[in-house]
């Protein structure tokens, strides 16, 4: 065998070997680092308009003009209503009909106005 073929091994063999221990120590920190979920959806976490209202009611909870369990209450409904429009999504072939659509929309904005009414009190303290 030849050095070169034994330097080409080794090489290939430190590589095989150390890929997967530096993605291993990479993902816990990047993924922890940042807070958002993985998948298909990209940075914003589930759904966009959801992945964006967790990371702000995360952002208020680290400012502190939000608790921990309001802002998990209010992460939960909002998961709650997303699976709820995947499911109606889903039971209608990808296709919802304008009133369910309202409703939706509606269910969303409701939830919108108790996270700021949640908010309003710290806001004129200030």
Known sequence: MS???MLRGTAVATLLLAVPVLAQTAAPSD???TGQCEGRRGKHG???KFGRMEQRLDKQVAEGRLTQAQADSFKAEAKQLHEEMK???AAANGQVDETQRAQFKERR????QKIKAA???TQQGA
């Open 3 to 5: 050095l070169k073929s």
């Open 31 to 33: 993924s922890a680092k």
């Open 46 to 48: 589930g759904g966009h």
């Open 87 to 89: 499911a109606a999504r």
């Open 109 to 112: 904005k409701a939830l919108k």
């Open 119 to 121: 908010l309003a009190p």
